[in-house]
């Protein structure tokens, strides 16, 4: 999972990492406000901890919204990965897209299938990461369909 992490953007922002550092940075960096959060804890808890190193609320928000973002970093990773497997045993694979229009419109050749509009299409973009998007129209021969019921290898349009 720290691989994925650490490619998080808005994390990355976070702990002030750029794209050029990322490949060279610790997966340590990471963690580090979480560790220093444990730290503090075991201080606390053991007793050995100076009150003048105590954090004051002003001094905790910044951690906090460290861990909202590495927490919401964590939750996009996991789901995709369980997309990622639900689409490995439950979906029908799309071998090779065509072409896509607009980052929306996906033009590929597929045989046996039955698509509708409303219908979920899994996606994997070029960072392996997997989404659900719902199907809002169907075209085929530049006809728009409700729903289309392939039994042979033809060209369709799928507007996500």
Do not use: G, W
């Given at each position: 999972?720290n691989?994925k992490?650490?490619?998080?953007?808005?994390?990355n922002?976070?702990?002030?990492?750029?794209?050029?550092?990322?490949?060279?940075?610790?997966?340590?960096?990471?963690?580090?406000?979480?560790?220093?959060?444990?730290?503090?804890?075991?201080?606390?808890a053991?007793g050995?901890?100076r009150?003048?190193?105590?954090l004051?609320?002003?001094e905790?928000?910044?951690?906090?919204?460290?861990?909202?973002?590495?927490?919401?970093?964590?939750?996009?990773?996991?789901?995709?990965?369980?997309?990622?497997?639900?689409?490995?045993?439950?979906?029908q694979?799309?071998?090779?897209?065509?072409?896509?229009?607009?980052?929306?419109?996906?033009?590929?050749?597929?045989?046996?299938?039955?698509?509708?509009?409303?219908?979920?299409?899994?996606?994997?973009?070029?960072?392996?990461?997997?989404?659900?998007?719902?199907?809002?129209l169907?075209?085929l021969?530049?006809?728009?369909?409700?729903?289309?019921?392939?039994?042979?290898?033809?060209?369709?349009?799928?507007?996500?």
């Open positions: 999972m691989d992490l650490i490619h998080n953007e808005q994390l922002n976070k702990i002030d990492l750029s794209k050029e550092k990322i490949a060279k940075t610790q997966k340590d960096v990471l963690y580090e406000k979480i560790n220093d959060l444990v730290e503090r804890r075991n201080e606390i053991h050995s901890i009150l003048d190193n105590i004051s609320i002003s905790l928000e910044p951690y906090i919204d460290f861990l909202e973002i590495y927490c919401q970093a964590i939750l996009e990773v996991l789901n995709s990965e369980f997309i990622k497997q639900e689409c490995i045993y439950n979906y694979k799309i071998e090779k897209v065509i072409d896509v229009f607009d980052n929306s419109i996906l033009c590929f050749k597929i045989e046996k299938y039955h698509a509708k509009v409303s219908d979920i299409l899994i996606i994997e973009n070029q960072e392996e990461q997997f989404y659900k998007k719902p199907i809002l169907i075209q021969n530049n006809q728009l369909y409700p729903e289309l019921k392939i039994s042979e290898k033809i060209n369709i349009a799928i507007k996500i």
